[in-house]
């Protein structure tokens, strides 16, 4: 490799000196390129990493992640993307939950709970924007994680495959051409993907003759060269003690193949355009072009074969590229690509990371610590050092500045852009060769520019209908209440009854009053069909699952799993009022002793008591055509079963309808005894008790009735839930070493002198493992792993 190296600097330093300089002048087919690149890059592109506390869970935990979205124009974090739809799938496809995250400040966080009864396998984590749907490429992002049963007794991990290998070549420029130098890439996986274990082959002649030794890297991936005639060659490895050669496509007769190097030079690019003397006629005379552009932005020049020499150099600076993933195209006179090349410009700078001190305070480590950078915002997954849960597959890198212009995800791309050398350099550039294309494909950008048809997402819209006839709707006003969320705004009528809130954040289950007023500031009684018309969104392209194409090879090894404390979850921030006992005036009654007791007064009173009664344990269905509420105990019998109505009592007395509650006022009630788990007997099964009292029962035997219409939002966005580490029976076991996650911590944001601190249970741990990822206001990335000694 080091060799290889050398011989490219001699040769790029001659070349650099015989270069000729090419014309960048404009002209009507240049112009027309320009243009067109730019209307098809118009449209601002989101890409989304997410995070994860690991990426292998067992049934029962939830699947911890923090999201970030960035502009790929601005190569910033994406400050107004707001609505992030998020599923779970399993290896077949099949969805198994949907959610709506919300996004602020480019960025975001969430989980997704996982049942008891998953079976052990694959499972895909999926997020896309609305706005994504209006491209023709797939925007969107996927990532694979594995979930374990916790009843079974193995852990199944796939293995590489030695025995189906597959050998893929990837000419400099898409083709490779008779009678000149050739640059091909290679890659050589089993045939599922997956990395083996080889560092060297041999190019073999068509007669059997050992032309040069071909060096592969860790990830079985690079490069030759060959000057081939039309016949067969073919490369030749030595894999698990047997020989697998592959076959080297066939020569074509004419075109273009490139020599592009963008590493090895100190901020020049050289770029070397070859033909054969059978092709070299159809370029004299007319135009041809070599288009560098990285999205919209774009820099073309003029090739020039008019001298008749058979190869063309090109060499600028690289101020031309633009950091991250350029893509490099000739094109003919006709506007045809001929030749296409990836190259990459490194930025400039990214984050780094130092910790200032490292101290342990009883069981908890607290790390101080400083970037380069202020404003960062980053997340930590803290695991114990030999922990099995975590690959290094996805990274940040890899999806804001390789993934974007891949037809195939990259993986480890974080080995590329932490401590870059020279070497790293040149194999980044190998992984771009060995892309097949470009994901942005030149037929598309020269004819069809995306359109806006969805739109970009900002909060939830809510849309009601007016169910009757209103004498001028323009007198009207419909108020929207919600006072858990601050929200206590009116709007307009049209002509058609309808009525609209926009850039909402309402989380799932919201319960929201909306009162139809009049043009004298009445409450008028009314009949609404409210309903999100943005909530969770479906996309529109196939899920991209990575197809097997062959049988999977994987072995079950008996390795010691996590026990977990059942039922049970570490709390941080539980206070518990031991005087509230004495104040309640009805809790030692025989009835309400198995209940929990809470007590109003005019400094609790602000909130509406469905959304008292929904943060307690029960469920509101919204009963739009009755205009009521159902309320449910969240307590299932068994898994599959039907959620149970909830026995609720006013004054003692039971209600038969829920209407009565649509109007009492938290300011009439005194106390409220309930349990969300409470079994009743009774022949419809219900489960739990709510049994409300009201003050001054002697004035008001009966509540006015509320002219205001409940409704609960569905498929809103979902609760920020703080972390709550799952309880594990032991954590000196090897269970717990080998998948127990110690902290999970998805947003830390630097102060404007760079430094921050966080700090973690050390679980008795010797040494833990950290992996932190993150961007700047700027858009500058991290993406390392870190081991820290806590002893």
């Not at 994504?132 to 590489?160: G, H, L, P, T, V």
């Not at 990395?195 to 490069?223: A, C, D, Y």
């Not at 922990?387 to 990274?395: K, Y």
């Amino acid at each position: 490799m080091q060799h290889t190296l050398l011989r490219l600097y001699i040769v790029l330093f001659f070349s650099l000196a015989i270069s000729i300089s090419y014309s960048q002048e404009t002209s009507p087919q240049k112009d027309s390129i320009s243009k067109k690149i730019e209307d098809y890059f118009f449209l601002e592109r989101e890409n989304i990493h997410l995070h994860f506390s690991k990426t292998t869970f067992f049934t029962g935990e939830k699947i911890w992640l923090k999201g970030y979205v960035y502009h790929r124009k601005k190569s910033a974090p994406f400050f107004t993307t707001t609505n992030v739809n998020a599923s779970l799938y399993n290896e077949k496809g099949d969805k198994i939950e949907d959610k709506l995250f919300y996004s602020k400040n480019g960025s975001f966080i969430g989980n997704f709970e996982l049942d008891d009864e998953l079976p052990s396998g694959k499972y895909y984590v999926h997020v896309f924007t609305n706005w994504m749907k209006n491209f023709k490429e797939d925007e969107s992002s996927i990532y694979k994680i594995n979930i374990i049963n916790k009843n079974d007794s193995s852990y199944s991990r796939d293995i590489a495959d030695y025995s189906q290998v597959n050998i893929t070549f990837y000419p400099e420029g898409s083709s490779i051409i008779e009678g000149i130098k050739n640059n091909i890439g290679i890659k050589v996986r089993d045939c599922n993907g997956n990395i083996l274990s080889i560092s060297e082959g041999e190019l073999v002649s068509p007669t059997g003759q050992i032309l040069q030794k071909i060096s592969l890297n860790k990830f079985g991936l690079g490069k030759f060269e060959l000057v081939p005639d039309l016949k067969t060659y073919k490369v030749r490895f030595v894999i698990d003690d047997k020989k697998v050669e592959g076959i080297i496509p066939a020569a074509s007769t004419k075109g273009i193949s490139l020599d592009a190097n963008s590493y090895a030079l100190k901020d020049k690019t050289i770029i070397k355009i070859r033909t054969n003397a059978a092709s070299i006629e159809n370029y004299i005379g007319k135009p041809v072009l070599m288009v560098v552009h990285q999205d919209d932005k774009s820099a073309i020049f003029d090739v020039d074969f008019k001298n008749k020499n058979l190869e063309q150099t090109i060499a600028f600076t690289n101020d031309i590229l633009f950091p991250g993933v350029n893509t490099i195209r000739i094109i003919d006179s006709e506007n045809n690509q001929i030749a296409e090349r990836l190259v990459f410009k490194y930025p400039k700078e990214n984050l780094k990371l130092d910790f200032e001190s490292i101290k342990k305070e009883k069981d908890t480590a607290v790390i101080k610590s400083r970037f380069n950078f202020i404003n960062t915002n980053i997340s930590i997954s803290v695991l114990p050092q030999e922990s099995l849960a975590i690959d290094e597959e996805n990274d940040i890198y890899g999806d804001f500045l390789l993934n974007p212009y891949f037809n195939e995800k990259s993986a480890y791309s974080k080995y590329y852009f932490n401590e870059i050398t020279p070497k790293k350099a040149y194999e980044l550039d190998i992984l771009l060769l060995t892309q097949e294309s470009s994901k942005y494909k030149w037929q598309d950008i020269k004819n069809s520019a995306p359109k806006t048809e969805f739109d970009f997402d900002f909060g939830l819209t809510l849309k009601g209908t007016v169910n009757q006839t209103l004498s001028n709707p323009k007198n009207f006003k419909v108020n929207m209440l919600a006072l858990q969320y601050g929200i206590n705004e009116s709007t307009t009528i049209n002509e058609k009854n309808e009525f609209y809130f926009n850039n909402l954040v309402l989380e799932e289950s919201a319960f929201i009053n909306f009162n139809l007023i009049d043009e004298k500031n009445r409450s008028t009684a009314f009949k609404v069909y409210p309903q999100l018309v943005n909530g969770r969104r479906a996309f529109n392209k196939t899920l991209q699952i990575k197809n097997k194409f062959c049988p999977v090879k994987s072995e079950s090894v008996a390795i010691e799993m996590p026990e977990f404390a059942i039922g049970s979850i570490t709390l941080d921030d539980v206070e518990i009022n031991k005087t509230v006992k004495k104040k309640l005036k009805r809790g030692s009654s025989l009835a309400n002793s198995h209940l929990i007791g809470f007590q109003f007064t005019e400094k609790n009173n602000q909130m509406d008591l469905l959304q008292f009664i929904q943060i307690h344990g029960f469920e509101l269905v919204n009963d739009v055509m009755a205009s009521t509420i159902q309320i449910l105990s969240r307590t299932r019998n068994s898994f599959r079963a039907q959620k149970l109505s909830a026995l609720i009592y006013v004054d003692d007395v039971q209600l038969l309808s829920n209407d009565m509650l649509l109007g009492l006022r938290m300011s009439e009630i005194d106390e409220i005894y309930l349990n969300p788990h409470a079994i009743v007997p009774s022949m419809k099964g219900n489960m739990g008790v709510i049994k409300i009292y009201r003050k001054n029962i002697m004035d008001s035997t009966e509540p006015s009735k509320s002219k205001a219409v409940p409704y609960i939002v569905k498929q809103g966005f979902s609760k920020n839930e703080a972390f709550k580490n799952i309880s594990y029976t032991s954590t000196e076991s090897a269970g717990f070493r080998n998948f127990g996650l110690m902290d999970w911590i998805p947003n830390t944001i630097t102060n404007e002198t760079n430094n921050f601190t966080f700090k973690f249970p050390t679980y008795g741990q010797k040494k833990a493992r950290l992996l932190i990822e993150g961007f700047s206001a700027d858009g500058k990335l991290i993406s390392e792993i870190r081991t820290i000694d806590l002893e």
